[in-house]
């Protein structure tokens, strides 16, 4: 056999190979190469003042949530609450009920499921209002939700953003109130302690 065709059946060999590898895992590598890549990240620790349609005064808590990949719109796209973990008593944080991945609000009115594409949303995902307890805003509450807090009280909670076809890298919050309320945002920002830790591993 001269090298000619020995060279011609390496080739034919490899586009073999690599039509099988396209047919069995072509969707990963298209996703992976050119799918969307979705971020989210705090907005902010202080949170935006504002006041409910009963005139009560409160502050929400948002996420900054984005496409890295512009080119690529991810459709249905929703955060989710993953996990909640609390402290026991010897302060271990240890993972809360939920029922499954929860979607957290959008700021505005805007679909419950937008595209993005080349540009950004904000998620409200917890809010403080005066005279209540600090709470995460699911667009559907569980009966038997635990994402409250209560004065001195603490939990970090898991979120995502995820769409048809891709889903961020989870974002971790540890989330602590001391129970107080001031209009004065310098205060605010030592009552509500936000800030981003890494992952829990659950026991």
Known sequence: MDEANIVIQIFVALGTISVAVLAIWGDWIRHKLAGPRLRLALLDAVGTATHRRDKKKGRYYKLRVWNDRKWS??????????????????????????SGPLQLTWQWIVPQFP??????????????????????????????FVGFLQADKRMVIEVAVVSDT???????????????????????LTNVVIKETGRIESS
């Open 115 to 144: 595209t993005l594409g080349a540009g950004e949303e904000i998620c409200t995902y917890a809010n403080l209002v005066q005279g209540e307890q600090f709470v995460l805003s699911p667009y559907i509450t569980p009966n038997n």
């Open 73 to 98: 719109p991810a459709k249905n796209a929703r955060v989710v609450l993953k996990s909640i973990f609390k402290p026991a008593a010897d302060g271990t944080l240890t993972p809360q009920p939920l």
């Open 166 to 188: 891709a889903e961020s890298v989870p974002l971790f919050l540890d989330l602590s109130w001391n129970g107080k309320w001031s209009e004065d945002t310098t205060e605010m």
